[in-house]
Each structure stands twice: as C-alpha cells, then as structure tokens.
C-alpha cells in the first residue's frame, strides 16, 4: 500500500496454492486513484488469474528449444 500510494501502479505476478491444491498465477495489480484536488481517494486492486497463459507460454518455450 505504501508503495502505491503516491505514484504509479505497482504490478506483480504471484502464484497461490488453491483449496484444491492447484497451483494457480494471479496478475495483481495496485494503483492510486486521486479525487479532483489531486488527494488520494483510494487505492484500486485488480487480480486476473493468468494460470492458463502462464501454462501456454511455458510449453512454447519448451517446444521451441526442443531440437527439431
């Protein structure tokens, strides 16, 4: 919170263990919101589950370095 307080978003990636167990990668992501005087509102929290992505990404990288 402190960090994003007063300046730009702060945006990190995170990996949670689920209830289930599963590894899941969440996108998360902090930032300022300013009321018209220019004073500090609240801070926004946005999180996107990116597992999927994350997967995908992974598995091209691996078929990629594979030898032909």
């Not at 689920?18 to 929290?45: E, K, N």
Request: proline share 6%; hydrophobic share 45%.
């Amino acid at each position: 919170i402190a960090s994003a307080a007063p300046g730009p978003a702060d945006r990190f990636e995170a990996t949670h263990v689920a209830a289930t167990g599963a590894s899941v990668t969440v996108d998360f992501s902090v930032r300022p919101v300013v009321d018209g005087s220019g004073t500090l509102a609240y801070l926004l929290a946005e999180g996107k589950d990116v597992t999927a992505y994350t997967h995908a990404h992974a598995d091209m990288a691996r078929a990629r370095d594979q030898p032909a």
